[in-house]
């Protein structure tokens, strides 16, 4: 079944292409290139050993980057298929949103920030666009992976002034106030659905989240009455996945219903009119809104601030700064390419080699660096 693009879709034959000119694919859209240049990227690769809420040791079942990645891909091209927006494009952006997150998750980005203050600090998803743009090494043509402007643009969901005025045309919007297309908005909204509907399966798989104290969340509660009436004997683990397949689908069903209402009320005839509607225009209904907040509080109440969560937190922390403080030091302790990269440049641009490598390393590569500095 194919879809006919509504006219505020993203449309490659009307896209502001390539940094580099190349020839058209005989057989696939420009999209459909982006996707598959994700896919084979290296740092998509690694994404499998890095953490979404447990480090990579911790458990063979808990979700990583990459499975984060394809679930928000899922999600992504639903919504992007039920509103005839670009599904290819949608799938392309949502897979390449954590390419440049950093071992350890959120505690390894805040603690490269922190070790970057002085050298204009890191971002996760400004780093995913250098990934993308300048870090891949794959093709003899060009650095980086010359996706399209729109993959490019809804990788970098938000961006400093300071940033945006050194970033040529994807920086143009964050200065001149304007949205990205609907493609890019759905993208981010499919990754705070995912993470925070799968993130309460592996925080319950883990044991740090309790029946009693999920069934405290509306969205959690109404579900779990649906499915216990339904299947009154259902074990706990299928009771939980049965609940969290729910809870996504409701949440879905109303984005979809609740950005349809707002473009027929917004009218937009093209991709323009989207950037220039002065907010966004994929949203979920206030009410749903309201209890997706609730949960991701909890989440970051009784998941993410728990204890067992925070111990993890300060080992991994300290790991990072012993390996910024070290490789800065000497920068022959990395791999040839980066040492001479950073032996040719000033502190700051040492320091952005070092964090390149940094954010690069998996988790199970980062502990094993950690090992080797014997500090």
């Known amino acids: 079944m194919v879809a006919v693009l509504a006219p505020y879709a993203a449309n490659e034959l009307r896209s502001r292409g390539r940094r580099h000119a190349e020839r058209t694919s005989t057989y696939r859209g420009e999209y459909q290139r982006d996707r598959d240049r994700i896919i084979h990227s290296t740092a998509f690769r690694r994404l499998v050993y890095k953490t979404q809420v447990f480090v990579n040791h911790e458990g063979d079942l808990y979700r990583t980057r990459l499975t984060h990645s394809l679930e928000v891909s899922q999600i992504g091209r639903t919504v992007a298929f039920a509103l005839q927006l670009n599904e290819p494009l949608t799938e392309a952006i949502c897979l390449a949103h954590d390419l440049g997150h950093t071992p350890f998750g959120h505690a390894g980005q ?5 070790c970057m203050r002085d050298y204009g600090g890191f971002e996760h998803n400004l780093q995913s666009l250098r990934v993308v743009d300048v870090l891949e090494a794959k093709y003899a043509d060009f650095a980086g992976l010359n996706l399209m402007f729109e993959t490019r643009e809804g990788i970098l969901k938000h961006c400093s002034t300071k940033n945006a005025r050194s970033l040529g045309d994807v920086g143009e919007r964050f200065l001149e106030r304007k949205q990205p297309g609907l493609e890019a908005q759905i993208a981010n909204i499919a990754d705070a659905i995912a993470y925070n509907n799968h993130d309460v399966d ?10 009693d104290q999920l069934r405290e969340q509306p969205l959690f509660e109404t579900r779990f009455v649906e499915v216990r009436e339904r299947y009154p004997d259902l074990e706990d683990r299928r009771l939980i996945y049965e609940i969290i397949r729910r809870m996504i689908g409701a949440v879905v069903s109303d984005l979809i219903e609740e950005t349809r209402r707002r473009i027929d009320a917004a ?23 309201d209890q997706h907040v609730s949960l991701k509080k909890f989440l970051h109440k009784h998941l993410y601030s728990h204890e067992q969560k925070l111990a993890m937190t300060r080992k991994v922390q300290a790991m990072v700064q012993d390996l910024f403080a070290v490789y800065m030091e000497d920068v022959t302790r990395m791999p040839e390419d980066f040492a001479f990269a950073a032996s ?5 641009g040492r320091a952005r080699v070092v ?3 940094i954010a690069g390393m998996t988790d199970r590569y980062a502990i094993a660096a950690h090992e080797s500095l014997n500090c």
């Open 110 to 114: 805040d603690t490269l920030n922190a």
């Open 202 to 211: 592996d925080g319950y798989r883990a044991g740090l989240l309790s029946l």
């Open 267 to 289: 009218a937009p005839d093209s991709i323009d009119a989207v950037r220039n509607a002065g907010g966004p225009l994929v949203s979920m209904s206030d009410a749903m809104y």
């Open 344 to 348: 040719d440049s000033d502190d700051p």
């Open 355 to 357: 964090t390149d490598f």
